[in-house]
């Protein structure tokens, strides 16, 4: 048994480092999104008090949800917010600025009022940088439906029960009774390739397996899901996608791969809720 001991102790430290080498692999899809944060953009606009100062919580170094850097000049790209309304339906298009001629639609957040005091919202990210479209809300856990102080003043509930589940309230949101206010006048963002605004500082891109805990860390309060809560949205934004030709050229091959490869399966949380679950198959060269 002694001579079996040294053995034994050294295929449990081989299998140790094994697993930990694997628990370390980025889960990376090779695609821009994976340097942009869907569920880190839709907390700031939890955050924000106005679209405005939405667009500049994206752009600053310190809110780690921006890591892109579409035309590889060395910096991160721009994002500017570009907003529309029809009816009780808004839309917030994150558009990222690649050129002097050229823009990308990085993702957007579609918003709308369904009661007097009641709203939901989602954002969804661009096929061209994520892959294919992708849907994510709010979880009902963490606050998300109220700010703290609001809930007790809020006379609708925190949230309500739907077909697909269950759907958060975020009316408490300053930034959604904010666009909502009978004075709010529909933001346009002034800024453009030559035209910055003065406090903005461009940054290096971090490395994706830096970036990755910042981006991983808002995941716990959204989901992924694979219905939208807004269904009007698409007809209003989809005559006003930006697209870049040349980020399309660019990443043509690697997102033509992830579809071809990816496997998304449905699963059902609790209350019978849905959640995407996606998976991509690595085709391996044959020597």
Known sequence: MKHLLPGVLFLLTTSTLKVNAQDQTPDTTSLPGDNFSLQGALDLF??????????????????????LDLNEDGNTDYIKVVSKRENDVQIFVLQALVSETE????????????????????IVGDGDIF???TIVEPEENDGNAFNEGFSMM???????????GIV???????????????????WVS?????ARPVWYRPWRPMAYTVYRPFRYRYR???????????????????????TSVTVSNRH????????????????RGPRGRKFTRTTTTVRRRRR
């Open 46 to 67: 939890k955050k924000a008090g106005s679209p405005e100062e939405f667009e500049k919580l994206l752009n600053i170094e310190d809110s780690k949800v921006n890591n």
């Open 103 to 122: 823009s990308q639609d990085i993702a957007v957040i579609e918003l709308e009022k369904t009661g007097p005091e009641n709203a939901v919202i989602e």
């Open 131 to 133: 892959g294919e479209e």
């Open 154 to 164: 809020a006379k609708g509930p925190n949230t309500d029960y739907s077909a697909n």
């Open 168 to 186: 958060v309230n975020v009316w408490g949101w300053p930034c959604v009774r904010y666009v909502y206010a009978p004075s709010y006048v529909i």
């Open 190 to 194: 002034p800024f453009s390739w030559r």
């Open 220 to 242: 716990a309060h959204y989901a992924v899901v694979t219905t939208r809560r807004v269904v009007v949205a698409p007809r209003i934004y989809h005559p006003m996608r930006v």
């Open 252 to 267: 043509r091959v690697a997102v033509n791969n992830y579809r071809v490869t990816r496997k998304t399966t449905t699963v």
